[in-house]
């Protein structure tokens, strides 16, 4: 598709379930980032991935929190044993590695921990 | 203090009306910065990019950073009601800095 594509848009889970979310960037975009938005919050820096560079994890709130990037291209961002204050929107961006950092972002995945 | 400072407004104007939005950053090292505008329930799309100081014009849109201040700002002109949405500034180093960092966001209402 000619945007960045998410799944889930919206899922709702049980306290203590893990959750899988997917991103697929644009078509060679190389940099892949998982943002976090929390209602009346800013977007919150979860993980880079660039290329064939060791991921920049330095964002992701605890252990339960990982992702990964198969092939370069589809990424999935998992959430084992969920709480509460999971709940938020999760977003993917794709870029270019070019100078500025333009990204892109999808729609989302509405995530409710209930 | 945290790095980047956005006012969340919210902020109600009527049609027609200039609309100032500002962020101030706190890191010298920043060269690369950006408006988002973001729906309800949609992702952030960019709106305008600037590289380090100066003015960048696009339809109704202005996009100024001045460096000096740690201060940049977007006006809209002729504002529409379409305009209303929350505005997201962020910015970068650039280079191989992977993450953007973001302001929270000003609600702007555009009222007909």
């Known amino acids: 598709g000619a945007g960045v594509s998410q799944s889930p848009s919206n899922k709702v889970t049980e306290k203590g379930k893990d959750v899988e979310l997917r991103c697929d960037p644009i078509s060679g975009h190389t940099a892949l980032y998982w943002y976090r938005q929390s209602l009346g919050q800013g977007l919150e820096f979860l993980i880079y991935f660039q290329g064939n560079s060791a991921p920049d994890k330095s964002g992701l709130p605890s252990d339960r929190f990982s992702a990964e990037r198969t092939g370069g291209s589809v990424s999935t961002l998992t959430i084992q044993r969920t709480q509460q204050e999971d709940s938020a929107v999760y977003l993917c961006?794709?870029?270019?590695?070019?100078?500025?950092?333009?990204?892109?972002f999808g729609e989302g995945s509405w995530l409710t921990v209930v | 203090q945290k790095e980047v400072e956005q006012d969340p407004g919210p902020l109600s104007v009527p049609e027609g009306a200039i609309v100032s939005l500002n962020c101030t950053y706190s890191?010298?090292?920043?060269?690369?910065f950006m408006w988002y505008r973001q729906y309800s329930r949609k992702g952030p799309e960019l709106l305008m990019y600037t590289y380090s100081s100066g003015n960048k014009e696009d339809g109704r849109f202005t996009a100024q950073v001045d460096k000096s201040s740690k201060y940049i700002s977007l006006f809209i002109r002729d504002s529409q009601p379409s305009d209303s949405a929350t505005y997201l500034c962020a910015m970068s180093p650039g280079g191989s800095q992977g993450n953007l960092i973001f302001g929270k966001g000003t609600k702007l209402s555009v009222k007909p």
């Open positions: 890191n010298s090292a920043f060269q690369y």
């Open positions: 961006a794709s870029s270019l590695l070019m100078a500025g950092n333009t990204i892109y």
